[in-house]
């Protein structure tokens, strides 16, 4: 069990998963610039969190619900959680109406974007979940995460291997902040994309890189 001191950001998991020198750069060295992608994501969480939080028949909607573990060491805030009324099965597993109020968290995290190749949206999801199993003393089967260029709901279900990796990554993340080192840039294609491309400077700063090789090629 973490202490409420050592909590780290949810969101950091992502960022660990996209890439563990943009993670570090961020929540080690305390760098953040933004981009137009950023500044476009921001917006949309903004307005999601920002968003009154409202009753649709059997749903209730909570926006910008905060969130915690101390199991995991996470803390964190979710766009929007979905309360599904359910029903209530008595000893002999005959059906009534859920005459205890019994509503079933269903998480949704709002993305810019469209699917990644790698699992770091599912992941940060389902540890939305986890949090809010831990906090609420249930069991959350699934969710959804909501990609602002299709405009679509994609479920995500928190199976095993998906919870294993959550609980994995957390502890990747602790260890990686709690060394306190940034690790060596490495170019990829995404790097193109990275608010963080100025600070990092992938092409000069990986291993076996030769600054007067690359400023050569800048200047050729």
Request: glycine fraction near 4%.
């Amino acid at each position: 069990m973490y202490s409420e001191d050592q909590l780290l950001p949810i969101s950091a998991l992502q960022h660990l998963l996209f890439c563990e020198r943009q993670c570090a750069l961020i929540h080690i060295e305390q760098t953040w610039d933004e981009n137009r992608l950023t500044a476009e994501g921001r917006i949309m969480h903004d307005n999601v969190h920002n968003g009154e939080d409202e009753s649709r028949g059997n749903i209730r909607i909570a926006r910008g619900l905060r969130l915690r573990s101390l199991r995991l060491g996470l803390t964190g805030q979710a766009d929007v959680v979905e309360f599904h009324r359910s029903v209530i099965c008595d000893s002999q597993s005959a059906i009534a109406p859920a005459t205890a109020d019994a509503w079933q968290p269903f998480p949704i995290e709002y993305k810019r974007g469209k699917p990644k190749a790698n699992s770091c949206d599912e992941v940060q999801l389902c540890a939305q979940a986890l949090c809010l199993e831990e906090m609420l003393a249930c069991t959350i089967p699934a969710g959804a995460l909501f990609y602002g260029i299709s405009k679509r709901r994609q479920d995500v279900q928190f199976d095993e291997p998906l919870r294993k990796q959550v609980e994995a990554t957390s502890a990747r993340l602790h260890l990686l902040l709690q060394s306190g080192l940034t690790p060596p840039a490495v170019y990829e294609k995404k790097c193109e994309h990275c608010s963080l491309k100025q600070a990092c400077l992938p092409e000069m700063a990986g291993h076996n890189k030769s600054v007067a090789k690359y400023l050569q090629s800048v200047i050729m």
